[in-house]
């Protein structure tokens, strides 16, 4: 059998034949057109050398029109089997609150003018034809982020001999999403790729899932999320602007950021500085560095809040837990600054001399039989007398002793001098223990009482400068001996200041290591564990 060339060449021979009759001499002429209409046809050496998918393809092309749906029937919808392949989760934008993933998307329906004979066209079954001869839906992403004039790769479309048509698009989707930071860095991402016909109704094309499941065999893990799960949803909506329904599919998309890098950058850190802050109470006062320490950990503190929140999205509707975190800890390291400042004011109210208040001294010190149990041993044993200052107290009394006995023989030497002590001549040994006690502590008097022996004038003459001087080593011992247990009372008065005020900072170490271990505990560890997945 010899096939017709579908491109005929019609030639056109115009015949034009005069017939001229004449009746008689003067007959009349009439003019007669013929036109001869030959079909030319292809030889059998030129048919064989069109390709089969050319001849295909001017077969199947034929008055085809690509602006109307393939449907012959215009009741009738045509179905779109949409499927979804996730290749790659690029990137999310918490600042601007858009995923970016890398997809296939799988389109198929049936185009009821794509349909052939297989055995006419060399057993052909499967045709690829450019996607821009062919009625394509137009299904895009309502929760679309970018530029609709981006457009999609014009990738070619699988037709098969039944009319089935399968266009698979590779694509980079940026889509919207709702980014809930308040778990943050331990958050849970809930996204959704909404896929719909843009102009046409449900009762012109309907929309439905190709697969139960998203393909992942060709997924690149990410990074920095990680992928939980994937969910089909199909919907039915009926808008404002249309009584018509518009079904849609929609790809529900669940990540999970991974903690490991915000472990090492954000929340180690954090947690050292806090360590820092009970660092203050563990300073002593006396090194002049106990305010610097806390003002340097609260500007670390607020630094590192800046580079944490530019990672943020700026929104007012969620605060991270992070942020909460970071806010707590410099809350408390205003308030040790602040109490600080109370510790220093404390240590150094000693000078005053004045003594503790009862109480103050009751709420931080105790009492005698229940003291505090922020003191230290020594304190305890201070303030119950029994501290190992005893060496010192028995030091200050022997020297109280020794004072006193030298005041009481210099008594003895006046009296003596005045002629109204005891008569040396009744009892020589005492006499004698008299005068070498004398000549032990004051040579020189002693010298003076042997000139005393030689001459009655002369010592009538020193009687009164001796009296005199007498009286003068009196007053001095009597006034070291006050000055010396004044100083002795001064001196513990400081030491009750600085032992209130390291007592004081043993307390607010304990308050606020709690604060900052409960803080850390119920923010980073029980907080994220209780966020519903």
Not at 200 to 224: C, K, M, P
Not at 239 to 265: G, H, K, Q, S, W
Not at 288 to 312: C, D, P, W
Request: glycine residues 4%; proline residues 5%; aromatic residues 10%.
């Amino acid at each position: 059998m010899m096939f017709v060339d579908n491109l005929c060449v019609w030639i056109s021979v115009i015949s034009s034949i005069l017939v001229c009759g004449v009746s008689g001499c003067g007959g009349k002429g009439t003019n007669i057109v013929e036109i001869k209409l030959v079909e030319v046809q292809r030889t059998p050496e030129e048919m064989a050398n069109i390709p089969d998918e050319q001849r295909l393809m001017n077969h199947i092309m034929r008055g085809y029109e690509k602006a109307v749906r393939p449907v012959r029937n215009a009741t009738t919808a045509v179905i779109i089997r949409m499927g979804l392949t996730l290749t790659q989760i690029f990137d999310m934008d918490e600042k601007n609150q858009v995923l970016v993933t890398n997809v296939w998307l799988d389109q198929e329906w049936v185009d009821e003018f794509l349909t052939w004979n297989p055995m006419m066209f060399n057993n052909i079954t499967m045709l690829r034809i450019p996607c821009h001869k062919l009625w394509l839906p137009d299904i895009v992403l309502y929760n679309n982020a970018a530029e609709y004039t981006d457009g999609l790769m014009p990738a070619n479309a699988m037709v098969a001999s039944d009319g089935n048509v399968f266009w698979p698009v590779p694509t980079k989707l940026q889509s919207s999403c709702k980014v809930d930071v308040t778990y943050f860095p331990f958050d849970i991402q809930r996204c959704r790729l909404k896929f719909g016909s843009w102009t046409y109704d449900g009762y012109q094309v309907d929309i439905t899932n190709r697969t139960t499941e998203v393909d992942l065999s060709n997924y690149v893990v990410n990074g920095e999320w990680e992928l939980i799960r994937i969910k089909i949803v199909r919907n039915v909506v009926r808008y404002a602007c249309c009584d018509e329904p518009f079904p849609d599919v929609t790809f529900y998309v669940t990540i999970r950021r991974r903690t490991l890098y915000y472990m090492y950058n954000v929340v180690f850190p954090c947690v050292m500085m806090s360590a820092l802050t009970l660092l203050v109470f563990c300073l002593p006062p006396d090194s002049g560095e106990k305010i610097a320490l806390g003002i340097t950990v609260l500007l670390a503190f607020s630094v590192f809040m800046l580079a944490v929140a530019e990672n943020l999205p700026e929104t007012s509707e969620f605060v991270p837990l992070i942020s909460i975190y970071l806010t707590i800890v410099m809350s408390l390291t205003s308030v040790s600054v602040i109490m600080t400042v109370f510790v220093l004011n404390l240590h150094h109210r000693g000078p005053d001399k004045r003594a503790i208040p009862g109480w103050l001294r009751k709420i931080f010190l105790g009492s005698y039989r229940h003291p505090s149990i922020f003191l230290s041993n020594n304190d305890r044993c201070f303030l119950n007398h029994c501290s190992s200052n005893e060496g010192n107290f028995m030091r200050n009394l022997s020297l109280k002793l020794t004072l006193e006995n030298i005041a009481q023989e210099l008594k003895d030497e006046l009296s003596l001098d005045n002629g109204v002590g005891e008569p040396l001549s009744n009892d020589t040994h005492s006499q004698n223990t008299s005068q070498d006690r004398r000549d032990r502590a004051y040579p020189t008097l002693s010298g003076v009482s042997g000139e005393h022996s030689h001459g009655h004038s002369k010592q009538s003459n020193s009687r009164g400068k001796f009296t005199k001087s007498y009286e003068d080593i009196l007053f001095s011992l009597t006034r070291i001996l006050d000055k010396h247990e004044k100083e002795e009372k001064d001196y513990e008065v400081m030491q009750d200041w600085r032992r209130l005020a390291q007592t004081v900072d043993r307390i607010l170490f304990c308050i606020f290591l709690a604060g900052t271990v409960i803080s850390t505990l119920a923010i980073l560890v029980i907080a994220p564990a209780t966020q519903p997945v």
